[in-house]
């Protein structure tokens, strides 16, 4: 797995999860997304966050 900061969220993902292949991403330490790499679309995602963490993943080279 691996952790990633960008925009004041923490981008994780963790080894062994199930599929797809996901990221995990916090903000003061509460959930507010999951984005699936592959299909690169959010498996959920808080509405109020939903901008700023596709900035942040963009940033990092998770989402095109």
């Known amino acids: 797995g691996f952790i990633k900061k960008a925009c004041g969220y923490i981008?994780?993902?963790?080894?062994m999860d199930h599929p797809p292949l996901h990221v995990h991403v916090?903000?003061?330490?509460?959930?507010?997304?999951?984005?699936?790499?592959?299909g690169q679309v959010?498996?959920?995602?808080d509405p109020r966050h939903r901008?700023?963490?596709m900035k942040a993943l963009?940033?990092?080279g998770l989402a095109r």
Do not use: M, S, T
């Open 51 to 53: 901008r700023r963490v």
């Open 26 to 38: 916090y903000r003061d330490g509460r959930l507010v997304a999951r984005f699936d790499l592959e």
């Open 58 to 60: 963009r940033q990092c």
């Open 11 to 15: 981008i994780r993902k963790y080894d």
């Open 42 to 45: 959010f498996i959920n995602v």
